[in-house]
């Protein structure tokens, strides 16, 4: 899907040659006295009570008078804020879903801060139109290839414009990975997909398999590999962005491309969604495809452990002790706490990147999906700087998260009679154990560990990949990538603070 950015005044929609036109119109919006024809439109459906208010709710037009365009739908955006434009852009495009609408006029221009909402604009227009066909030959590919976005200032919408751009790329390559079926998906073709990444520019991709991984000491992932026939992945790749020797980002994404459970193997219903389980490595590839786009300035380190989760004769057993990268032995209580084991040895491997921080992305704990739901990711963070930047990127990028506690004495559960920890503590405060576990494995990184288990794809009829934390990740890259520019004295005073806490 194509996007262009167009100064366009309300006065010239009526103009606009495109296949349908929508028109976002503001609670702030007063009935103009103009005497174009969308004015005129607008004050009518409003005069009549045709056009409610509640961001969302649409008037349909089919060849209205004086309109170039077969369709018009007028959209309400009540305050103008991005979640009332992406309400409004849903509920518009529900109308527009049909074929004959290729190109898409978007206008902006009637709110007041038009340029702040044009990435939400294009965003949301991707998520409402995209379709997933590469294993359902009979499904629609998307219809619209054209959107055009009405504006008043060109140059003031330019910034938001790129970034909606590099968004739906890294989106919706997060969604078409995470969609695909655990067949078509596996270990092997992320790492494909992870090389072709590695064509774009600045960035470099490496690919590890079994043999280097057990070179590595690699204990914990080896373990959760051993009971499938698909080899594992461990993916590396490096964004350039940067200045050469300033230190990366470095983002982890839980690659199990099927998750059974293994030996204490799930129960049949949903299992189907097991093949998401590699949403975080997905949001890892989305992300890179967008810095691709963007080229930002940061250095970013993309780390994909993979593999699928399998019941077999060589599968790892409940009650096993294997021995992680960080020389820490794991008692392996239950097989389907299988994300900690396989990122515990990634996490340990990110630390030679000297970084400045790490961010671990998993559909980690289903307590996660208890606790917060479908909302806000789960976030946790040993920094309270990072905790506050992930949340300002994530009330920036709608792509929410919540913070969760990481108190030692959520820790005592871990322990083991039999080896340095086990790898679960019991039902109560899953995610929050889960995250104490990985947290034995970063030592004093900066690191922050985001839960999408409830937020990385939507069940029943609308079952599928929302592309989450993509928009999150890029956020915060993007904000990083901004203080760096004004890094040094910052980075002292960081160091300072640090300093003061440790004594
Ligand atoms: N991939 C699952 C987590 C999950 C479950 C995500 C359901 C989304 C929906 C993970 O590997 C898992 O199985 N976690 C267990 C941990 C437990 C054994 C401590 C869980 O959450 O039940
Ligand atoms: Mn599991
Ligand atoms: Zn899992």
């Known amino acids: 899907?194509?996007?262009?950015?167009?100064?366009?005044?309300?006065?010239?929609?009526?103009?606009?040659?495109?296949?349908?036109?929508?028109v976002l119109v503001p609670d702030s919006l007063v009935a103009a006295d103009g005497t174009d024809a969308l004015t005129e439109l607008v004050r009518e459906a409003l005069r009549r009570g045709d056009l409610e208010s509640g961001a969302g709710k649409c008037l349909s037009c089919y060849r209205p008078a004086g309109f170039k365009a077969g369709r018009v739908v007028l959209v309400r955006a009540g305050d103008g804020s991005s979640s009332s434009v992406r309400k409004a852009m849903a509920a518009g495009l529900g109308q527009l879903k049909v074929p004959g609408v290729k190109k898409l006029g978007v206008l902006l221009s009637l709110l007041e801060r038009d340029a702040a909402v044009v990435r939400t604009a294009m965003t949301a227009a991707a998520d409402a139109t995209y379709s997933y066909v590469t294993t359902k030959p009979s499904a629609h590919a998307r219809s619209l290839k054209q959107v055009v976005l009405g504006v008043k200032d060109l140059?003031?919408?330019?910034?938001?414009?790129?970034?909606?751009?590099?968004?739906?790329?890294?989106?919706?390559?997060a969604k078409e990975w995470a969609n695909r079926p655990a067949n078509h998906a596996t270990p092997s073709?992320?790492?494909?997909?992870?090389?072709?990444?590695?064509?774009?520019?600045r960035i470099k991709t490496e690919v590890l398999g079994p043999k280097e991984v057990a070179a590595?000491?690699?204990?914990?992932?080896?373990?959760?590999?051993?009971?499938?026939?698909?080899?594992?992945?461990?993916?590396?790749m490096q964004y350039q962005g940067g200045a050469k020797g300033s230190a990366p980002v470095v983002l982890v994404g839980k690659g199990i491309t099927f998750d059974t459970g293994g030996i204490s193997i799930k129960p049949a219903a949903e299992m189907d969604e097991m093949k998401f389980d590699m949403g975080g490595a997905a949001s890892v590839l989305g992300t890179f495809a967008a810095l691709a786009e963007l080229q930002p300035a940061?250095?970013?380190?993309?780390?994909?452990?993979?593999?699928?989760?399998?019941?077999?004769?060589?599968a790892v057993k409940p009650g096993d002790v294997v021995t992680s990268m960080s020389g820490q032995t794991i008692e392996i209580l239950n097989t389907d706490a299988e994300g900690r084991l396989i990122l515990c040895d990634a996490l340990t491997y990110a630390a030679r990147f000297k970084p400045r921080c790490v961010v671990d992305i998993a559909t980690l704990t289903g307590a996660c999906v208890i606790a917060l739901g479908a909302v806000r990711s789960g976030l946790f963070a040993n920094r309270e700087e990072l905790a506050d930047a992930?949340?300002?990127?994530?009330?920036?990028?709608?792509?929410?998260?919540?913070?969760?506690?990481?108190?030692?004495?959520?820790?005592?559960?871990?322990?083991?009679?039999?080896a340095?920890?086990?790898?679960?503590?019991?039902?109560?405060?899953?995610?929050?154990?889960?995250a104490k576990f990985l947290q034995k494995f970063v030592a004093e990184t900066p690191w922050v560990h985001l839960d999408i288990a409830g937020t990385a794809w939507k069940s029943g009829a609308a079952k599928g990949s929302t592309g989450r934390p993509v928009p999150l990740l890029l956020q915060y890259l993007v904000d990083q990538a901004a203080v760096a520019e004004n890094d040094k004295p910052i980075q002292k005073k960081r160091r300072v603070v640090a300093a003061s806490r440790r004594a």
């Open 155 to 173: 140059a003031a919408s330019r910034q938001e414009f790129q970034m909606g751009q590099a968004l739906v790329t890294g989106v919706e390559l």
């Open 216 to 236: 590595l000491g690699m204990g914990a992932f080896l373990a959760v590999a051993r009971g499938s026939a698909e080899p594992l992945r461990f993916i590396v």
């Open 189 to 201: 073709q992320l790492a494909d997909a992870a090389r072709k990444l590695g064509r774009q520019p």
């Open 420 to 434: 340095d920890m086990g790898n679960v503590a019991g039902r109560a405060g899953g995610a929050i154990t889960a």
């Open 1 to 22: 899907m194509d996007f262009e950015l167009k100064p366009l005044s309300g006065a010239q929609a009526a103009q606009w040659a495109v296949d349908a036109v929508l």
């Open 298 to 314: 940061i250095n970013v380190v993309g780390i994909i452990p993979s593999c699928e989760n399998m019941p077999d004769g060589l």
């Open 390 to 418: 992930f949340r300002v990127a994530g009330d920036r990028s709608l792509d929410l998260c919540w913070r969760m506690p990481l108190d030692d004495d959520y820790a005592e559960g871990l322990k083991s009679n039999f």
